[in-house]
């Protein structure tokens, strides 16, 4: 296998994007498979705005994983920056191979370049995995999060 590359997604990968996103347990609940409007607005919106990056990892040519990457400016923490990931994903055959872990390492390492405080994550509680894999790369369960679904 060759190096990963890492670049901002462009609309022809949106279908592939999507549908890593829904090829997950609690993805097939709540994604589709389709690029519908709702996903072409949200592609727009994320593209437009200079804090959000739509992250994919590609392998020999292939689109094998993706993120979304947030900066968020704050007064905390001395007016500091943080970096929030969202929507990570390996495609699922390429699973256990260090992908994710490659993955974890760069977008940190942007954050760090960019001067970031901390960078942040929220992961499901049924994901047990998860939760041991980002404990692994250091990250810490330090808060409690709450969502409100709208």
């Known amino acids: 296998m060759s190096d990963m590359i890492f670049r901002e997604a462009v609309r022809a990968d949106l279908p592939t994007v999507i549908a890593l996103l829904a090829d997950d347990v609690l993805g097939k609940a709540r994604d589709f498979t389709q690029v519908d409007e709702a996903y072409e607005r949200a592609f727009a919106d994320i593209s437009a705005d200079p804090r959000n990056f739509l992250i994919v990892a590609e392998q020999d040519g292939e689109l094998v994983g993706c993120l979304q990457i947030t900066y968020i400016p704050g007064l905390g923490r001395h007016g500091a920056e943080r970096s ?42 049924s994901r047990a995995d998860a939760h041991r894999f980002y404990l692994s790369l250091g990250f810490r369960a330090s808060h409690e999060g709450m969502k409100l679904p709208l």
């Open 84 to 125: 929030l990931i969202e929507s990570v994903r390996v495609r699922s055959d390429r699973r256990g191979q260090g992908l994710g872990r490659q993955m974890m390492a760069w977008v940190i390492d942007q954050a760090r370049q960019r001067g970031c405080a901390l960078v942040q994550l929220t992961t499901d509680k």
